[in-house]
């Protein structure tokens, strides 16, 4: 009997810890992440790792925009056959252009505000001796940066250009300032997303730190070059003036074009001098190297001793293709570099009369572009002569950048620089007129179903 | 075969020749079935006496007798065999009872796992596979035996899964979207964690499906796909010492590389880029960075157009290759005939307090392709001990080891943009059979020159690197089982089982430093300056590593409680609780500059420097970096129940609940548990008083209901990130956002209401069950559609449905009784699915071109079959052009882009299920005498399939032929004849070629009738002899094309094999 009655409680002590697993422990237990890879985000290198998801942040900037200027062009078999909906439309700027195809360059920017959202609010829950370190600042001021960066591709491509007598009632974009993907928000004005990008910017800008590990990851002086391009954007000259003035302060080198190798492939090295800030264009089919051919006016503007014409072009006759990216690649870089802002620092001081120190910058950049000893100074008589040589120059300088759509919609309120685009598919002319309302492109169709926000007219 | 008949010889005059001598008085009486009917053909044998007798019609026999004691065997082919001593004492006439067999639904014990349960008490749909019927069937993974005879189990043939040689099952069909799909494996106690394949077959007693809720829902969130119990051998107390040996040996045809379409003859191909080259298409290629591979038609006509050849000569080139056929070479170099070996033994014992089984099997099977092969040790042993009356132990070891060779992957292709298929004039060997290079991912003329012989050779030959391939997973698995069961009373008990298992494989793929793919990487990374070549992959092999390993731990611990009382109440219960835990590592590495003599290798890799590719400088690339690691846990804590209470042996209720909890990240932990529970009621309405169908003896109602579950580990409550990729650009280590956190995640749960019978004719004559059963696939896992303005477009959380019904049909009849036995069973299940809440709706095309699940994924679409098929409507071929038309707005058209942009979800082509709605199998079989003879036709019906046809761009981008090419529109009036549209020129139309492939054209009924198989076998004394022969092919296909539609896209047909085989007891 007795050996019967140890292996009873022999039972019952396993009946036991059974019943133990199964209730104190049995939270913590069944707490065990099933896969190891997956992250809570929490604390600073989850945040950083975040925003290390370079394809996202840095890889696919919206580019809708390039795609509807003059940049290039296509040829009807490649426009028939090889596009998509999306691509077809947004090039002969049609009234509907998406046919229900989802939007990248829409959901792209909003993905970024989730995870800039996250990071935000993540740093907020920390505890305060942790917000004095250089990293809480540096995260924080990243956060704001990308987050700033995607409303303001955002606005300049899904709301009306800025104008100050209306910009109080025009419609901006749905500002998402916290990461619950059900709270959503109807569209601020667009005062009010050009006041949210410009504040956030300037946090970013004093949290920044004037030296990054690499050039995907914003610096202080990426905030103010994208600063300079936010203000030049809604027409703030003196603004832009000073962000182009104390970013080049930072950085203001210019790359000699006569050191490189114009019979590379791509002449231009990742990363390069110049490069402020490293994006890079959404890879749409259309205007991929092989398809887009450069625009032949365009093209012919470059002179013989301008060494753009061969580092930035190869092929003859119409089918001149583009190979200038600072990318080094197939594909197009977007970021803000040096020379933008020696350009942009000129356009404002012609606009405020100061046509020398405009001419100055100019040519500081030009003697950089053309064969040694070949460039002779650009000279202007008036500022107004030293507007339209300086915004000539911009339109060569920044070709394939994505930055022609901005200066488009500001320009083209300028009767003087106003333009009209065309295309011709297959004998068919197609127009786009200034100021027109298709400058504005329409918020994706299942934006509207889902959140009910207002359309853009079009 | 020649033994058998000198057997028979042997064994026929020995019969007549007893007849004349009798010396002891001869044994005669009757032998009857449990239902007191008399059983014709029932056989009789003495066995030291070696007498043999069968009975007539009225069951009656009668045999002479030469020696005492004796034993006397008697076997139907229905029924059980019984063993009967007789002995000097044995008194005429001798009445024998014989009980059917199992499969005809009487006192069958089927297996759920937790526990035995007499079928005749069961409340659920269950289907039992014996040990008999599972040796019919020859294979080395045990599940393939259930094919063809399991009613309501789907093999699917025609999924991606199953064309990479996984076993993909359905049992009743689909009841999830995104989680996992495939029924829970359970052998014995516990599921089983790692590859079933590590099963010998020969262990195996029995197979139990658990098909409803009642059956299945002791299972929990495991249950939802269905469950399948694996029963193994064990040995009996008091057995005596039992040996049993089993070898076959199986030849495979060589598979049939002409069954595929997918091929065009060398002379039209050619004639195809004669024309292609005349027009410039390869203009862009000849001057292309990235040089791209030219076929050798295409270099000849070059060197023709230079100069280099003459006319005459660059013709009399090409006209020596329109003759050949790669596939001819792909047949006699890269295929053979399979041979598989198999080789069991087992040894049962017991005696009065314990029983031992071991085992041991080997299998080798040389595959169908060369130099693939694999290998299979196994050890299996089981110990019980009766320590008391009261405490009984169980110990059991499993061991599997294995060994995977794939050096040969069975399809060579060339390279380069699109993947380019192999032209179909490659030549593989020359006349000696010496290896010849083909070309590759870089034009001929490029590799030719490359380098000015700094470089490796960059030429690419088949032959050679089928020869120097080197791919090896080595696999072991250990399984250790205890169990513990303590009686208190005979009534109540109470018992712990642990399972431990570890399972780890080792896949090391040697790149011989003479490997194409290692002078490929080292040759587009080497740069030459000054002469001086510089390689950023040192020299040497490469090798690849990838490992696996698996550690599962599982403890139950469970009350069982079975009482009887006053005669007319009996009532069975059990209750427990598990918990187990599975991790799996996994990890992958690379080693480059490696030196297998002695296993070193270079560790001074640079993986950060975009490096300039050799054959193109204007593009870079980081060395590639394979290395990788992950662990995965799973955890559960489980409560279960399940209660039946008989009354009067009439009518049985049961009862089933459990509870899961597991590690669902983030998730609420009240939600985390979902109780899962089921109800069953029977009634054997033919033991009831005022039941009186004398022809009907047997007659039983059953109906189920209730909740198993179904789990999606992908979906977390919290926001998380996987750190899952790198920087584009740094490289860093970088995280995706998965999911925004979902706190209100829920199990997936299958809702099924079960209603069957089970009857009986007088005698056995027909027997069978038939099922019907309605499911819902409740709070699946799916996606909703979210304003993208979120940062998502879309979000996973419980918010799909899907329902179902279906049938199963079983009846055995007993065709003839007599000298001959004839049998048959005959099993019909229906089982279809469809969506009816989701809450995305794609763009048509993506349900047009993947929504037959081609791609492995589910694309819901409410009110349609999970994996339906759909088309652009098809409206012939254009007369003047062979354009093919489809419809725009109604009317007909040749718009493409606008047909593929304006067709609808509401009016695009739907056909029906890409799955078989409707299958299930006919099973003869024959016995007559010592012979058996048996036969399988299965039948898939009711589906559709897609059959492919040729394409422009195809053919000239990716050299993917077809021989629809050939039966193509040429003229006016083909379009009469022929649905195949005419060839386009450059520039293709893609949206023309797309609607086409994705035309109602080309879609096919799935309908067809295949024999399966064929087993015949002569049982001697403790030996039984078979042969069988497995995929004879198809006896009746509903298309015309001569397509086999049980095939993935791309698969050849299974070839047949031929199997002998013995089985020896003694």
Known sequence: MKSIFSIRSLFTFIVFCICLASCKKEEDWLAKKPNKALVVPVNFTDFQSLLNNEDLFNGNDVSLGFMAVEDYYVTYPVW???????????????????????????????????????????????????????????????????????????????????????????????????????????????????????????????????????????SKAAARALLARVYLSIEDYDNALLYAESSLLLNNTLLDYNSLNAAAPFPFGLFNAEDIFHTRQVAYGIFNITRAFVDTTLYRSYQTNDLRRILYFSGSGSTIAFKGSYEGSATYYSGPATAELYLTRAECNARKGNTITAMNDLNVLLQKRWKTGSFVSFTAATPADALAIILTERRKELVFRGTRWLDLRRLNKDTRFAVSLTRILNGKTYTLPPNSQLYVLPIPDNEIRLSGIQQNPR | MNRIFCLLALLCPLVSISQITPSISPLYGKVVSTDNSPLAGANLALLKSKRRATTGFDGNFSMEITSLPDTLVISHISFTTIRIPV??????????????????????????????????????????????????????????????????????????????????????????????????????????????????????????????????????????????????????????????????????????????????????????????????????????????????????????????????????????????????????????????????????????????????????????????????????????????????????????????????????????????????????????????????????????????????????????????????????????????????????????????????????????????????????????????????????????????????????GQLNYATKWKTVHQFSAIAGTEISEVINDRNTNRMYGYNDEIASNNTLIDYATNYRLYYNPGSTARIPNPQGISETTDRYISYYANAAYTLRALYTFSASGRIDKSNLFGVNTNQKAVPLYSAGFAYEISKASFYHLSWLPYLKLRASYGYSGNVDKTVTGYTTALAN???????????????????????????????????????????????????????????????????????????????????????????????????????????????????VTSAPVTYIQQGYGNGGTIFPLVGKPLFGIYAYNWAGLDAATGNPLGYLDGTISSDYTNILAKTTVDNMGFFGSSRPTVFGSVRNSFGYKAFSFSFTVVYKLDYYFRAGSYSSASLFNNWLGHADYTLRWQKPGDELLTTIPSLQFPPVNSNREQFYGSSAVLVEKGDHIRLQDIQFGYTHGHAKFFGYLNNLGLLWRANKKGLDPDLFTGNLPLPITFTIGCNLTF
């Open chain 2, 725 to 839: 990729t790198l920087g584009f650009y740094s490289g860093l280590p970088a995280s995706t956002i998965i999911n925004p956190g979902n706190p209100e995640l829920r199990w997936e749960r299958v809702r099924m209401l079960n209603t069957g019978i089970d009857f009986s004719l007088k005698g056995g004559w027909l027997s069978g069950s038939i099922d019907y059963y309605t499911k819902k696939g409740i709070d699946l896992i799916g996606s909703s559609p979210i304003a993208p303005s979120s940062g998502f477009s879309s979000f996973r959380g419980n918010t799909a449905n899907t329902a179902g019904h279906g049938l199963d049909i079983v009846l055995n009849s007993v065709n003839l009784r007599g000298r001959l036995n004839w049998t048959t069973q005959f099993i019909l299940s229906q089982a279809s699915d469809k969506v009816t809440a989701y809450a």
């Open chain 1, 80 to 218: 028939q056959a090889r596009a998509t909906a999306t691509e077809r439309n947004s090039y002969t700027w049609e009234q509907n252009i998406y046919e229900g195809e989802s939007v990248i360059d829409w959901n792209n920017p909003y993905q970024q505000t989730y995870y800039c959202n996250t990071i935000l609010e993540g740093l907020d829950k920390m505890p305060v001796e942790s917000k004095a370190a250089p990293d809480w600042k540096q995260l924080q001021g990243s956060a704001l940066f990308f987050r700033a960066y995607a409303f303001f591709k955002l606005a300049f491509t899904f709301a009306a250009p800025y104008d100050k007598n209306t910009a109080a009632t025009d419609a901006g974009i749905p500002l998402r300032l916290d990461a619950d993907p059900n709270n959503l928000q109807s569209r601020a004005s667009v005062q009010q997303t050009y006041d949210r990008i410009i504040a956030d910017l300037k946090l970013a800008e004093e949290l920044l730190p004037v030296t990054v590990s690499i050039k995907t990851k914003p």
């Open chain 2, 87 to 556: 002995t000097a004492t044995t008194g005429n006439p001798l009445m024998i009872v014989l009980e059917l067999k199992n499969t005809s639904l009487q006192d069958v014990v089927v297996s759920t796992g937790y526990q035995d349960l007499s079928k005749e008490r069961a409340t659920g749909s269950f289907v039992k596979i014996d040990h008999e019927l599972l040796n019919r069937r020859v294979s080395t993974n045990i599940l393939d035996r259930l094919e063809g005879v399991t009613p309501g189990l789907l093999f699917n043939r025609n999924t991606i899964a199953s064309s990479k040689n996984l076993l993909d099952l359905n049992i009743r069909g689909h009841s999830t979207l995104f989680a996992n799909d495939q029924p829970l494996v359970v052998v014995d106690n516990f599921p089983y964690d790692g590859d079933i394949s590590n099963i010998n077959p020969n262990d195996v007693e029995s197979i139990t499906l658990l098909k409803d809720a009642a059956a299945a829902s002791i299972w929990g969130v495991k249950a939802g796909n269905g469950v399948i119990v694996i029963t193994t051998k064990k040995a009996k107390p008091n057995q005596k010492l039992a040996v049993a040996f089993a070898a076959n040996t199986t030849i495979g045809e060589k598979p049939d590389l002409f069954y595929s379409r997918s091929f065009l003859n060398a002379s039209d191909f050619i004639d195809v880029e004669d024309s292609l080259f005349r027009r410039g298409f390869y203009t862009n290629d000849f001057s292309s960075v990235n040089r791209p591979p030219l076929s050798p038609v295409v270099d000849i006509l070059r060197k023709k157009q230079s100069g280099i050849l003459s006319a005459a000569e660059a013709d009399a080139q090409i006209n020596a290759l329109r003759g050949l056929d790669v596939r001819n070479d792909l047949s006699k170099y890269l295929y053979r005939s399979s041979l598989n070996q198999q080789y069991a033994v087992s040894i049962r014992t017991g005696n009065t307090n314990s029983s031992y089984y071991f085992s041991a099997g080997f299998d080798k099977n040389l595959s169908g392709l060369q130099g693939n092969e694999n290998t299979r040790a196994s050890l299996s042993s089981l110990y019980q001990l009766s320590v008391s009356k009261k405490l009984n132990l169980s110990l059991g070891i499993n061991y599997t080891q294995s060994s995977i060779q794939s050096n040969n992957p069975g399809t060579i292709t060339t390279g380069g943009p699109g993947s380019r298929n192999l032209y179909p004039y490659a030549q593989l060997a020359d006349a000696d059979g010496n290896a010849l290079a083909i070309v590759k991912d870089y034009s001929s003329l490029y590799t030719d020159t490359a380098g000015a012989g700094k470089l490796l050779n960059w030429k690419y030959r088949p032959l050679d690197e089928l020869r120097l391939a080197d791919n090896t997973t080595r696999s072991s698995d250990v399984r250790i089982n205890f169990g513990l069961t303590y009686s208190f009373t005979p009534a109540f008990s109470a018992e712990v089982k642990y399972q431990y298992e570890k399972a780890a494989s080792i896949n090391r793929n040697l790149f011989n430093e003479q490997s194409y793919f290692t002078r490929n990487l080292e040759n587009m990374y080497s740069s030459i300056t000054g002469g001086v070549v510089t390689r950023p992959i040192p020299l040497g092999g490469i090798v690849d590593f990838a490992n696996t390993a698996l550690q599962s731990g599982r403890v139950r």
